[in-house]
Each structure stands twice: as C-alpha cells, then as structure tokens.
C-alpha cells in the first residue's frame, strides 16, 4: 500500500506542475512590460491553480521575466521551454540578473513532448 500511496502523490503533484505548465503558457500571452506585472501574473497563476509548491513549467518564455517572479516564491522550482533560442537566451538573462538562476532554468524545446 505504501508503493500505491508514493505513485499517486507522484501522479498528483505532475498534474500540479501540468497545471502550472498550461496556466502560464495561457497567461503568456499578456507578456508582462515590467517586473511587476510579472509578479502580479506569478500570483495570479499560483492563486488560480492552487499549487503550494514543486516544478513549474513555463511553456512559452518570452523575455524570461514571469520566470523569475514564479522562481522568487520560496518551494518552487521554475524550468521555461521555449522553440526559439533569442527567447531562451533572454530568458536565461532575466533569470540571471534578477539572481533567481538555479531556482530557474531555461532550455530550448523541440515542441514535441515536456521533457520530464
């Protein structure tokens, strides 16, 4: 029963971080212009999908600020996929000059399947 328990909060916590994932590619959209709209969109995205922690998964990364906001709340760890290597290499500067690399990531993504 223990082994039952283990894959069902696994199961559970990937359809929380799946969550996340489609929330903000859906909010990506409203590409935040300043700081912080981007973490006013974190927020809203955490407050909508009710997650209190674990991966998140940015589909969709844009100027890599939204990734450094949601990388800022403590218990989060944040991995943005993006197709296109300019948004991947602007995110990875958001990332870095907000000081959020390590607790954020970025990596160019074929489209395909999450990589997880």
Do not use: N
């Not at 290597?85 to 395909?112: E, F, H, N, T």
């Amino acid at each position: 029963m223990p082994r039952r328990a283990a894959h069902r909060r696994f199961l559970e916590r990937s359809i929380h971080a799946a969550l996340v994932a489609v929330c903000a590619w859906a909010w990506s959209g409203a590409s935040p212009r300043a700081g912080q709209r981007a973490d006013r969109l974190a927020e809203a995205i955490l407050s909508e999908t009710g997650v209190k922690g674990g991966l998140v998964a940015v589909v969709g990364c844009s100027d890599g600020r939204l990734l450094a906001a949601l990388a800022a709340k403590d218990g989060y760890l944040v991995h943005g996929l993006d197709m296109k290597g300019a948004a991947v290499d602007s995110a990875r500067k958001a990332i870095r000059s907000a000081g959020r690399y390590g607790k954020a990531s970025v990596d160019l993504w074929p489209g395909k399947v999450l990589p997880y």
